[in-house]
Antibody
Framework: EVQLLESGGGLVQPGGSLRLSCAAS????????MSWVRQAPGKGLEWVSG???????YYADSVKGRFTISRDNSKNTLYLQMNSLRAEDTAVYYC???????????????????WGRGTLVTVSS | QAVLTQPSSLSASPGTSASLTCTLR?????????IYWYQQKPGSPPQYLLG?????????GSGVPSRFSGSKDASANAGILLISGLQAEDEADYYC?????????FGGGTKLTVL
């Protein structure tokens, strides 16, 4: 059974940093791309960042230069380092597993087939 | 103008069908896009329902009932999630998603009420 367990959320001041983790189990972690998707309170879903099994990373414009995604395949763990946090980064952050494939820069066949329960990040003074 | 536009709410009666639309911004051709659909119930993470590009190129999520299906309306430049035989448990938020400009983009979501 696929399981994704996020941790590391909490309250942080504007301009601060936080590192989220996602512990994966139930599948061969190293062979799957992974992603972070967030949802502000009462709002819709927003893709944040993704990483292939080999480490190629992707970022939404809203977080580029501030957030860094990484993975440790030996620990079956996905990370999101968040720096220079802003109030608008307040959200539940979901870890999501990709299914499908990305070919020649066209990733329309990659989609999120399983999501964790999320961890809440609150940016406030 | 948003890349994907969904009606904020929709109501339908049990046993009937509901058609949820996802309109693509002008300049983005729905015919060339693969559209994914997710269901989210309060307090829970989203769940994958299906992906649809054409009748010959589609995939259903594992364990997702066949009464959930996808289609397109080319004249409206929109993707459609059709839910037939509505049940009370189908009451949820529904999001569409596409890959566009090297990013995954979600619609704003439709809150489906079954009453």
């Amino acid at each position: 059974e696929v399981q994704l367990l996020e941790s590391g959320g909490g309250l942080v001041q504007p301009g601060g940093s936080l590192r989220l983790s996602c512990a994966a189990s139930g599948f061969t972690f190293s062979t799957y791309a992974m992603s972070w998707v967030r949802q502000a309170p009462g709002k819709g879903l927003e893709w944040v960042s993704g990483i292939s099994g080999s480490g190629t990373s992707y970022y939404a414009d809203s977080v580029k230069g501030r957030f860094t995604i990484s993975r440790d395949n030996s620990k079956n763990t996905l990370y999101l380092q968040m720096n220079s946090l802003r109030a608008e980064d307040t959200a539940v952050y979901y870890c999501a597993k990709f299914e499908g494939y990305c070919s020649g820069g066209n990733c329309e066949n990659w989609y999120f087939d399983f999501w964790g329960r999320g961890t809440l990040v609150t940016v406030s003074s | 103008q948003a890349v994907l536009t969904q009606p904020s709410s929709l109501s339908a009666s049990p046993g009937t069908s509901a058609s949820l639309t996802c309109t693509l911004r002008s300049g983005i051709n729905v015919g060339t896009c693969r559209i994914y659909w997710y269901q989210q119930k309060p307090g829970s993470p989203p769940q994958y329902l299906l992906g649809y590009k054409s009748d010959s190129d589609k995939q259903q999520g594992s364990g997702v009932p066949s009464r959930f299906s996808g289609s397109k309306d080319a004249s409206a430049n929109a993707g459609i999630l059709l839910i037939s035989g509505l049940q009370a448990e189908d009451e949820a938020d529904y999001y569409c998603m596409i890959w566009h400009s090297s990013a995954w983009v979600f619609g704003g979501g439709t809150k489906l009420t079954v009453l």
